[in-house]
């Protein structure tokens, strides 16, 4: 089987209109981002059991100029796409071949822009070393940080556009990328540059996401206070030059005992959130450390990790949830798995609570180094004991809705953007049951096809 990345993104014609037949099912999460029991709805559309592949009630999907035009059985929809006006002439075919057909996957957390690799670290953790402890003698992070200040913009599109190309020939559509492995304004800067320069030549979209507040950098680690001193020039320096330079949209905080804590990330995010960022979280990871009430207080599109959030913690997003602005648990199963960790984040627990639950890759050189969302979502599943279609909401809407992005991506709907994937397997159940094999069979961004290993 060949993989063939289609040229995408800008400056090409305007697409015609695509349908898909020949599905097996089609899975839409229509209606909205989910939390409790609709985490499980998918919408699911089957091919009546009577019938061949052709049936005028089979399910099919069609799209326009780059936007979802209706979705539901094949004689339904011709008849609504002839009502409404378009050629349906001018719709080319493409065959899921009994595959099943979900909105594209979009990774809502990623580290994607990084240089080096951190494979000794493996080796050290087998022996019983711990992430803090691995940060505390100079290595993990701060070894990634001292690579990356070293490369250069080129080698970093580089780095960006192969794993990029990895994550699409998983059926993901849309990546979350954050700085943060530069620690001073210029690598910063470059880093942004870059995931916003990638997300433009697409195929996959691409949202930047400043990260400043990462790890204390080395040059600061000898002053008397660093972790203030260098929150400070957060805020007074590296803030305003990221906001001038206009890339990211989001603005992240590792808030965890003995990095940021919760005072030292409000400060930081109320500022970003003053320039027009969108305030997310790392929180509550290794201990619990007031990350998740933070971000219910300061209304965080998402709450990341949360592998050990406290009581009021889960109290405070539980409530979050009941407003008009839910902070998204994003729960990063293949972190846990990496570090060899049993203990995971109460994903039953925020479910029931009513807190809508996304997954994420958390791609990272040091504690989460695979490109492969279907992976978490098989994480997830086996680890966070959620069901494949809890799970499959929480890489489409759910995902989207993490990254303020629920409007446009994350669901087959009238009028949003046609990101979807083919499957080479008849049920969306089955993307996470097949750890780690390669099931995408067409990958469709913006009503183009951009990937296709038929
Ligand atoms: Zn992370």
Redesign the pocket.
């Known amino acids: 089987m060949t993989l063939r990345v289609l040229p995408g993104g800008r400056g090409q014609p305007d697409p015609p209109g695509l349908m898909i037949v020949g599905a097996a099912e089609i899975v839409t999460m229509a209606g909205g981002p989910r939390r409790g029991s609709a985490q499980a709805e998918v919408d699911r559309h089957e091919e009546a059991a009577v019938g061949g592949r052709e049936s005028d009630r089979a399910p099919v999907v069609t799209a326009w100029d780059g936007r979802i035009v209706a979705v539901g059985s094949r004689s339904d929809v011709e008849r609504f796409v002839e009502g409404a006006g378009y050629p349906l002439e001018r719709f080319a075919r493409v065959d899921a071949a009994g595959g099943t057909v979900t909105p594209g996957l979009i990774d809502p957390?990623?580290?994607l822009l990084f240089a080096g690799s951190r494979e000794r670290e493996l080796e050290l953790r087998q022996q019983g070393a711990g992430y803090l402890e691995i940060l505390e003698a100079g290595g993990g992070i701060l070894s990634t940080v001292a690579a990356t200040r070293e490369a250069s913009a080129e080698a970093l599109a580089a780095h960006g556009r192969r794993w990029l190309d990895e994550m699409l020939g998983h059926g993901v559509t849309t990546v979350e990328a954050?700085s943060?492995y530069g620690l001073d304004l210029a690598t910063e800067l470059r880093l942004l540059e870059v995931a916003h320069r990638l997300g433009a030549e697409g195929p996959v979209e691409v949202v930047p996401t400043w990260?400043g507040a990462h790890a204390v950098p080395p040059e600061m680690r000898g002053l008397p206070d660093p972790t203030e001193a260098f929150v400070r020039s957060l805020i007074d320096e590296q803030l305003p030059g990221v906001a001038a330079q206009g890339r990211a949209v989001a603005a992240?905080v590792?808030c965890e005992r003995g990095v940021f804590s919760a005072d030292q990330s409000r400060r930081i995010l109320r500022a970003a959130m003053g320039f027009g960022l969108r305030p997310r979280l790392?929180a509550d990871?290794l201990a619990p450390s007031g990350g998740a009430e933070l971000a219910a207080e300061i209304g965080a599109t998402s709450a990341?990790?949360l592998a050990t959030p406290s009581e009021a913690g889960i109290e405070a997003l539980a409530a979050a949830a009941e407003t008009e602005r839910p902070v998204v648990a994003t729960l990063?199963p293949a972190?846990t798995w990496f570090l060899m960790k049993d203990h995971h984040a109460p994903a039953r627990t925020f479910i029931d609570r009513g807190v809508p639950v996304a997954i994420?890759t958390?791609f990272?050189p040091g504690?989460?180094p695979t490109p492969s969302l279907p992976l978490a979502m098989t994480a997830a599943c086996l680890n966070l004991r959620m069901t494949p279609d809890e799970v499959l909401a929480g890489v489409t809407i759910n995902a989207a809705l993490a990254l303020g992005l629920a409007e446009e991506i994350g669901s087959l709907e009238s009028g949003k953007q046609a990101d979807l994937v083919i499957w080479n397997v008849p049920t969306s159940r089955q993307i996470p049951y097949w750890p780690a094999a390669d099931l995408v069979r067409t990958v469709i961004k913006r009503g183009r096809v951009v990937l296709d290993r038929t």
């Open positions: 957390h990623t580290h954050k943060g990260l992240d590792f790392h990871e990341d990790h990063l972190t994420g958390d990272n504690t989460s």
